[in-house]
């Protein structure tokens, strides 16, 4: 079985928790994801708009979180 996720807003969650994507107890995490052969997953890079002054930072600070 191959299992496709494509919206998943768990960086967002892991950066309001200070959580990491390798355990956590959000919506996915990288130890989950390996029980799985045929698993893939889309991370969506929301930016609130509290950030809309400098979104190129804070997608960047999101991609460093992932």
Partial sequence: MFILD???DTITELMKNNKTL???DLHIDLHRMKKYDGYAQ????????????????????????F
């Avoid at 708009?49 to 979104?55: N, R, S, T, V, W």
């Fill in 22 to 24: 390798f355990m956590n």
């Fill in 6 to 8: 494509a919206h998943c």
């Fill in 42 to 65: 889309f991370f969506a890079l929301w930016i609130d708009p509290q950030y809309k002054l400098e979104p190129l930072k804070r997608a960047l600070q999101m991609r460093d979180a």
